[in-house]
C-alpha cells in the first residue's frame, strides 16, 4: 500500500490543520493507522494512532484533546485534525500504516510497514 500525506501549512498559534493520509494499492480499512513527527534535531514521536478496527484511538499526552484521529474508509483516508495548535507542535508529520499492529506495538514507528512521505506543519508564535 502507498501512503500520500497532505494538508500540512504555516498556522498561527492557536489555529487548526486537518492532516489526510489516503492510502493507493490496497484498501487499508483493517490497517492499524498511526501519525508520527519529527523536529530538527529530535526523535521521531508517536502523535496518534487508530486501530485496526477502528474501534480504538490512542494519543500522545501532548496532543491529548487537542488532536483527533478518524478514518473515512469510503475515502481510504485517515484524517488528524490538530486543533488549538502551539509552536512545539511544529513538525513534519508522517502517516504509517501496517495490518499487523495490535495495541502494544501501535505506538512504536518501527513496528510499521508502510509511511508516507511527510507533510511540514509550522506553528507561528
Known amino acids: 500500500v502507498q501512503l500520500q500525506a497532505s494538508g500540512g501549512g504555516l498556522v498561527q498559534t492557536g489555529g487548526s490543520l486537518r492532516l489526510s493520509c489516503a492510502a493507493s494499492g490496497r484498501t487499508f480499512s483493517r490497517y492499524a493507522v498511526g501519525w508520527f513527527r519529527q523536529s530538527p534535531g529530535k526523535e521521531r514521536e508517536f502523535v496518534a494512532a487508530?486501530?485496526?478496527?477502528?474501534?480504538?484511538?490512542y494519543y500522545a499526552d501532548s496532543v491529548k484533546g487537542r488532536f483527533t484521529i478518524s478514518r473515512d474508509n469510503a475515502k481510504n483516508t485517515v484524517y488528524l485534525q490538530m486543533n488549538s495548535l502551539k509552536p512545539e507542535d511544529t513538525a513534519v508529520y508522517y502517516c504509517a500504516a501496517d495490518p499487523g499492529l495490535i495495541s502494544s506495538s501501535i505506538t512504536m514507528w518501527d513496528d510499521y510497514h508502510y509511511w508516507g512521505q511527510g507533510t511540514q506543519v509550522t506553528v507561528s508564535s
Open positions: 487508530l486501530s485496526r478496527s477502528g474501534g480504538s484511538t
